[in-house]
């Protein structure tokens, strides 16, 4: 399919990328980027004059079917293996399939804009009439938003998340502020729930789901020396994530890897889910930038 109209001169270019995937390239007065239809999956964003804020994986697989491991992967309608149907696939139905192109623009502020858009089949694995757009503005800061809209006659209930890999000098040199005193659930031990004492420290494999945490982050990466901020909106979890060194052998495009991306998470999941009546939507929104 010919996606030449959402090009905008130099600043939106549409090009062929690895295996074959549709992607579109944005280098404007304040950032490079990388978008792709596959997934609807930033796979880059690296603003004027600082190293990529987000982390991709040189081994990653870029096919037709397959997950990107890396950039922002969007995680809808359920968050995790599907809590009926082992065999669908974990974290949705969306993060491999090609999204429509809805819309590019040029804005006011010298940011970009791109709209990408899902319609759900209700005869397919997820039972309801919906659309799920994601609207992708790369500017001075990295803006996600993930819109789920009711197009039809019942209401239903869905999760989300947008699986951000950061990219940052040395995991082990992380620290997470902004989730003190917040209570999580350890997915390293048994699903016990803790309250985090002091900012989070990446010392081991980390699967942690900060509940109830609405509020922003910020990364202290001291290999890169800065800090990163990631704020949010219409998310009622905060998960941070990295495998660390033995669970990240067994994945093939990641493996020694691991080191270089640390995950933070928009997200609703676990025993929360989000409710939209017909005629209404829902936007999860997430913002990468530099603190300070």
């Known amino acids: 399919m010919d996606h030449s109209r959402f090009a905008i001169g130099s600043e939106l270019t549409?090009?062929?990328?690895?295996?074959?995937?549709?992607?579109f390239a944005i280098a404007n007065q304040h950032a490079e980027a990388l978008v792709y239809l596959h997934g609807a999956q930033v796979m880059h964003f690296q603003p004027r004059g600082q190293?990529?804020?987000?982390?991709?994986?040189?081994?990653t697989v870029y096919a037709d079917g397959r997950n990107l491991r890396g950039g922002a992967p969007v995680c809808w309608p359920w968050f995790g293996p599907h809590?009926?149907?082992?065999k669908l696939p974990a974290h949705g139905i969306v993060r491999t399939r090609a999204w429509e192109p809805v819309e590019t623009a040029r804005l006011h502020d010298g940011?970009?804009?791109?709209?990408?858009?899902?319609?759900?089949?209700?005869?397919g694995a997820w039972p309801f009439r919906c659309t799920a757009r994601l609207e992708v503005t790369v500017g001075r800061e990295l803006t996600i938003d993930l819109v789920t809209a009711n197009t039809g006659d019942e209401p239903f209930t869905y999760q989300d998340a947008l699986h951000t890999y950061l990219a940052?000098?040395?995991v082990r040199r992380c620290t997470v502020h902004g989730v003190e005193g917040c209570t999580y659930i350890d997915k390293t031990d048994q699903h016990r729930r803790k309250q985090q004492q002091g900012p989070l420290a990446i010392t081991r494999e980390t699967v942690a789901i900060f509940t109830g945490h609405r509020g922003a982050v910020e990364v202290e990466d001291a290999a890169w020396g800065r800090r990163l901020r990631i704020a949010k909106q219409g998310s009622d979890e905060t998960v941070v994530w990295n495998p660390w060194e033995v669970a990240a052998s067994t994945m093939s495009d990641l493996g020694a890897r691991w080191p270089e991306m640390l995950c933070i998470e928009a997200a609703t999941c676990g025993d929360r889910r989000i409710s939209v009546m017909p005629g209404?939507?829902?936007?999860?929104r997430q913002v990468v930038g530099l603190a300070g």
């Open 51 to 59: 190293k990529p804020l987000l982390w991709a994986s040189p081994n």
């Open 14 to 23: 549409v090009e062929t990328g690895p295996g074959g995937l549709v992607r």
């Open 168 to 170: 940052v000098g040395d």
């Open 280 to 284: 209404n939507e829902h936007r999860t």
């Open 83 to 86: 809590p009926f149907e082992p």
């Open 111 to 123: 940011a970009t804009r791109v709209v990408l858009q899902h319609v759900n089949d209700p005869a």
